[in-house]
């Protein structure tokens, strides 16, 4: 706008200037060329003024478009993850259940399920009630410390008793 | 039917306990992995894969997603550079075990029938190796072990506590299980395709605890 105002004030200045007469036009000539250069003087500085307005201007459109542009990236990829998200966490999921099934296939265990199962099969209520009120039993159980418990026998004419 | 007995006896007490242990009556946090062995399956007397199915079950169980940061550190040492090694051996075995038994703070393993691991060497190196997770794991450890009363066996755990199963402790235990049997016998006409008077039943229940008394 200022620049727009210099240019204008500028040109009524030099038409008034040449709708003068010649004389009138020579006595003005020194004072002329003072307010010539200060008009220009004026106008470089606007311009100037100008370029850089121009230039912050260009440097905020680019930040806006910048952010716009984030900002849609920003909007697709969380379209995206929600899109993916879960196509991602099942193929992670798959990815480490198959690592575990690979690595219980290499620790290469048996069954044992079914042979406690089959163990139990036709065991009478109150079988062993007596084991589980033994001393011996209920100190292993209750031992702050680590310990093995042997349960052994049924071998006629071999009786072993001990105790600690 | 005295051998079957025989078998049966440890074995039922052993899963009596288990079952208990697995199912305590108050909610404990303690871990628990059994192992029946059986001479007569092969997998079921070998005392590598009887480790290897305890470690299984301590691994597999309590978490749902990954396996435990030694087992998962053993297999990538074991299978280096992509290739595969077979199954950790008995001391690779051993050493995991007792690394995954310090994870937790208490464990109980149970095994019935270390009689019927095959072959003595494998026999002591097991009975050795349980002596060692007892006395190197840092967390504490229960281990309940049945047997029959093998000399080595008898040897080489001499020193822990233990039960005897008297005749005497288990005659109620017997009886049970005998009449159940026979019942189940002349049901399923297994017995004298089922014909079997009372008298006759009786005296068979009679003749059977009289020999299994003696065990």
Redesign the interface.
């Known amino acids: 706008m200022g620049l727009y105002a210099s240019i204008l004030t500028f040109l009524v200045w030099t038409r008034r200037y040449s709708e003068d007469g010649t004389a009138k036009r020579i006595a003005k000539n020194i004072l002329a060329t003072r307010e010539i250069h200060e008009l220009l003087d004026k106008l470089d500085h606007d311009e100037g003024e100008v370029r850089k307005e121009s230039e912050l201007a260009e440097k905020e459109w680019a930040r806006f478009a910048h952010e716009d542009v984030l900002g849609v990236v920003r909007e697709e990829s969380s379209s995206l993850k929600e899109a993916l998200g879960p196509k991602v966490e099942a193929l992670f999921e798959n990815l480490?259940e198959a690592?575990?099934r690979e690595?219980?296939m290499?620790?290469?265990?048996?069954s044992?399920v079914e042979?406690?199962e089959n163990?139990?099969q036709?065991?009478?209520e109150?079988?062993?009630e007596?084991?589980?009120k033994?001393e011996?039993?209920r100190?292993?159980?209750e031992?702050?410390?680590?310990?093995?418990?042997?349960?052994?026998?049924?071998?006629?004419?071999?009786?072993?008793?001990?105790?600690? | 039917m005295g051998a079957i007995l025989?078998g049966a006896?440890?074995?039922?007490?052993?899963?009596?306990?288990?079952?208990?242990l697995l199912n305590p009556p108050i909610e404990e946090k303690r871990a628990v992995a059994?192992?029946?062995c059986?001479r007569n399956e092969p997998?079921?007397q070998n005392s590598e894969?009887i480790l290897?199915?305890?470690?299984?079950?301590l691994?597999?169980r309590g978490s749902t997603?990954?396996?435990p940061r030694c087992?998962?550190a053993k297999?990538k040492e074991?299978?280096k550079d992509g290739i595969e090694s077979?199954?950790?051996g008995f001391k690779d075995c051993l050493s995991l075990l007792i690394e995954l038994l310090d994870i937790r703070s208490r464990t109980t393993i149970v095994i019935?029938g270390l009689d019927e691991i095959d072959s003595k060497m494998q026999r002591q190196d097991f009975l050795q190796a349980?002596?060692q997770?007892?006395?190197l794991?840092s967390?504490?450890?229960?281990?309940?072990?049945?047997?029959?009363?093998d000399t080595d066996?008898?040897l080489a755990?001499?020193s822990?506590?233990?039960?005897?199963?008297?005749a005497k402790?288990?005659k109620?235990?017997i009886e049970?299980?005998i009449k159940?049997e026979v019942e189940k016998s002349i049901e399923q006409k297994k017995l004298l395709r089922g014909e079997v008077s009372n008298e006759l039943r009786e005296r068979i229940v009679e003749a059977l605890i009289d020999k299994a008394s003696?065990?």
Not at chain 1, 106 to 110: F, S
Not at chain 1, 143 to 164: A, D, Y
């Open positions: 480490k690592r575990r690595m219980v290499w620790l290469a265990g048996t044992y042979h406690h163990a139990l036709g065991l009478l109150g079988t062993g007596w084991l589980l033994e011996t039993y100190k292993w159980l031992s702050e410390q680590s310990c093995i418990l042997w349960l052994h026998g049924i071998r006629k004419f071999h009786p072993k008793f001990q105790t600690r | 025989a006896g440890k074995t039922k007490l052993t899963s009596m306990v288990l079952e208990r059994y192992f029946y059986n997998k079921r894969i290897r199915t305890i470690i299984q079950q691994s597999v997603g990954s396996l087992v998962m297999y074991r299978n077979g199954p950790p019935d349980l002596k997770i007892v006395n794991s967390s504490l450890v229960k281990l309940f072990v049945s047997s029959r009363d066996i008898t755990l001499d822990v506590p233990n039960l005897y199963i008297h402790d288990n109620d235990d049970r299980f159940q003696g065990m």
